[in-house]
């Protein structure tokens, strides 16, 4: 029996196969989220103690010069939002520089999955990890300035909202920056920067400092833990705080989402 002819075989190559269909950006948030909060979970344990300890340490030192009333209020709610930083901010600033450098990010590049996906998974799983450190943190402090815990509860959107304000911030450090050795110093920087200007009183800062904490994505998550910890919390001032913490997160997710996209196609 005879093959088919060279027409034939021609007919048929003239046809490619379809291609698969395009990831959708869920399914694959999804599969970056868990493969990220696995890998962070090994790799990171030990740090977030570090964060936690750290954070715990300044609101101890802070308890010798602040006593209570506002003060107080600021010292617990910047030290709880000062793990955000250190995990979202520092080590997602450092985690994509390093990718960068060593060219991990070639291989997301060949994944079929959209850049937003990649970023947002990653920003997510750094932002989860950060919950117990806070809630601790949170905790020893209010029992510590014995500020009331009846609304601690407001710290489930305080975290995933200064989480992705932070987070996009720290990764878009990671993947502007022109070497590895940059984006771990910027991570170090922004996360100092949450630390001087997140625990310490407003009222006691000069104008001109004031000025450069209201840029701080994680000023608003402060203000808004900050105002639950009052008798009466107005919650209007809570609402704005975390609504504006939220458009922060979406502006700097897109910066990180865009900086990606730069970095994976060089």
Do not use: K
């Not at 007919?11 to 379809?18: D, E, Y």
């Not at 869920?26 to 750290?54: E, G, K, N």
């Not at 209010?142 to 509860?153: G, T």
């Amino acid at each position: 029996m005879r093959g088919p002819g060279p027409a034939r075989e021609a007919a048929a190559g003239a046809h490619p196969a379809p291609l698969a269909p395009r990831a959708r950006l869920l399914p694959s948030l999804a599969a970056v989220y868990r493969a990220q909060l696995s890998r962070a979970r090994v790799a990171r344990i030990p740090l977030l103690f570090v964060a936690t300890f750290q954070s715990v340490g300044i609101m101890v030192l802070m308890r010798g010069v602040v006593d209570g009333g506002p003060g107080a209020r600021a010292v617990v709610s910047g030290s709880s939002v000062l793990v955000v930083a250190f995990v979202a901010l520092n080590l997602l600033a450092q985690y994509f520089g390093q990718l960068r450098a060593s060219g991990g990010l070639d291989h997301y590049a060949t994944l079929p999955v959209p850049p937003a996906a990649v970023v947002l998974g990653a920003a997510g799983a750094y932002a989860s990890f950060t919950v117990p450190g806070t809630a601790v943190t949170a905790v020893v402090g209010s029992a510590l300035f014995q500020l009331p815990l009846s609304h601690l509860w407001v710290l489930a959107a305080v975290i995933p909202l200064a989480g992705a304000a932070l987070a996009g911030l720290g990764a878009a450090f990671g993947l502007l920056a022109p070497r590895q050795e940059v984006a771990t110093l910027l991570g170090q920087l922004g996360m100092s920067a949450a630390l001087l200007l997140g625990v310490l009183p407003a009222d006691r800062l000069p104008e001109l400092i004031r000025w450069a904490r209201d840029l701080l994505p994680s000023t608003y998550g402060v203000e808004a833990l900050a105002g639950t910890f009052d008798a009466r919390p107005d919650w209007s001032a809570v609402g704005l705080d975390l609504t504006v913490c939220a458009a922060v997160g979406v502006v700097s997710l897109a910066v990180a989402t865009w900086a990606y996209r730069r970095a994976a196609v060089r």
